[in-house]
């Protein structure tokens, strides 16, 4: 009769911090998503002729270029990267408080356009508060 043998530390702890991440992870595609569909959506528009403000294409294609890489910070942080969740600590409360100050600003985006960076935020916020919760720190910066 073989033993089967038990999970080493480093393999539970790798586990744990992995199943933190995913609602996190899940969080950040959702925000690369919208924010590409944004992109491609003026592109369309811009194809089709409607005419579509400077100030909406860098807005949005800044979101887009954030969201890239919150999720390049959010996948290094899964992975136990200690670097990548400094930066994820740090870009995603910013990117929240970026996304208020755009959003209540009157008359500078349109209101579909404004909805859109709104729901983005409210991507953001979630993963900016379990980033920086003592416990996902403490998954990612433990050694094992």
């Given at each position: ?38 992109v ?21 294609s ?7 890489l ?5 996948i ?15 870009v ?11 959003v209540s600003?009157?008359g ?26 003592p416990r ?7 050694k094992?």
């Amino acid at each position: 009769m073989t033993e089967t043998p038990l999970p080493t530390t480093a393999a539970v702890h790798a586990t744990a911090r992995r199943a933190a991440f995913r609602p996190v992870l899940a969080l950040l595609w959702s925000f690369v998503a919208l924010s590409a569909a944004m992109v491609a959506f003026l592109a369309v528009l811009t194809a089709v002729g409607a005419g579509v403000d400077i100030a909406i294409w860098v807005r949005c294609s800044i979101v887009f270029a954030s969201s890239v890489l919150l999720l390049i910070f959010g996948i290094g942080a899964a992975r136990g990267s200690r670097n990548a969740l400094l930066r994820l600590r740090i870009v995603a409360p910013i990117i929240v408080a970026a996304v208020v100050v755009i959003v209540s600003i009157p008359g500078f985006l349109p209101g579909w356009v404004r909805i859109e960076q709104a729901v983005c935020g409210l991507l953001v916020l979630p993963v900016a508060i379990i980033a920086n919760l003592p416990r996902t720190r403490a998954l990612v910066s433990a050694k094992a």
